[in-house]
């Protein structure tokens, strides 16, 4: 079989249809996380603290606490980040607080977003910003 | 990384209904599936992407991890007890592995 220029005009089209499915498969935005997290439940503030460095030097480990009393599960997001959820996690009957410090990547200088579902079912956010001067997602 | 290695810090005892902290360490590349090699292609994704940790077989934290977490994932978080045991780590990897470490610890 030869290839047309019309065939390669289909193949190019259906590859780059692909690669747009496949980029946005794994390019979860912020707001996207954070609805599929919540539910699209209104978000309240306080009762949650998220801390980080002012200043990253290194994005490939920036050490971040959050800390929600009370919390059933926690997100943390990276909005400037090419995918933004960072992790999830959820505190069973044996944590002895509601608290979870780790160390993440930050691509760029962004606000550090921290969603707790409550124990109640209601949600709180907070953010930090973090200056990175080195981003941490390679390239 | 052939073999990850699972480091776990948590005290030997403590008091009932006192909150103490464990920290965990696993050495692990979590290749975040952004990264390119020299030839500009994708390196596959292969991270850590779940941690727990039980008590006795109660949950203490159950966490998923994305390629945004760090090499290495160092992870510190809370417990509480009412009883001797032993508090039981676990992570999966995406291959498939799954990376257990156990410590027991006693009432004080």
Known sequence: ?139 | MADAKPRVKAPASAAAGEPFAIKTLISHEMESGQRKDGDGNLIPQKIINRFTCDFNGTNVVDMTLSGGVSANPYIEFDAMIDQAGELKFTWYDDDGSVYEDAKTIDLA
């Open chain 1, 1 to 139: 079989m030869t290839y047309t220029r019309r065939d390669a005009l289909v193949v190019g089209a259906g590859g780059l249809a692909v690669l747009a499915m496949t980029r946005a498969a794994w390019a979860v935005t912020a707001d996207e996380a954070i609805a599929e997290f919540t539910g699209g439940a209104a978000m309240g503030e306080g009762g949650i603290t998220l801390t980080a460095p002012e200043i990253a030097e290194n994005g490939n480990v920036v050490p971040v606490e959050v800390d929600a009393a009370g919390a059933a599960e926690i997100l943390v997001l990276a909005p400037g980040n090419p995918s933004a959820t960072i992790c999830t996690v959820a505190f069973g009957p044996a944590a002895g607080s509601q608290r979870l410090s780790t160390r993440i990547r930050l691509a760029k200088s962004q606000d550090v977003t921290a969603v707790a579902k409550m124990a109640d079912g209601s949600f709180v956010s907070t953010s930090q910003p973090v200056k990175v001067t080195v981003g941490g997602c390679g390239g």
